[in-house]
């Protein structure tokens, strides 16, 4: 068996330089995740702040 070796792994591999370009499609989805994201944050949030006002 072979001893480990300590090294640096990328975690990307084959990167494409430069710049990625998007499809409309992937932005449109991008952006659907990110709303969903954001309202998940917000009714998070709420949520904290109503039980403070109604637990005390």
């Not at 409309?24 to 904290?48: D, H, M, P, S, Y």
Request: hydrophobic fraction near 55%; avoid cysteine.
């Amino acid at each position: 068996m072979e001893p480990a070796v300590a090294r640096a792994v990328p975690l990307v591999r084959d990167a494409a330089p430069g710049e990625v370009m998007l499809t409309e499609e992937q932005r449109r989805k991008n952006r659907r995740t990110g709303l969903l994201l954001a309202a998940i944050a917000l009714v998070f949030f709420l949520g904290v702040i109503v039980r403070k006002v109604w637990v005390g």
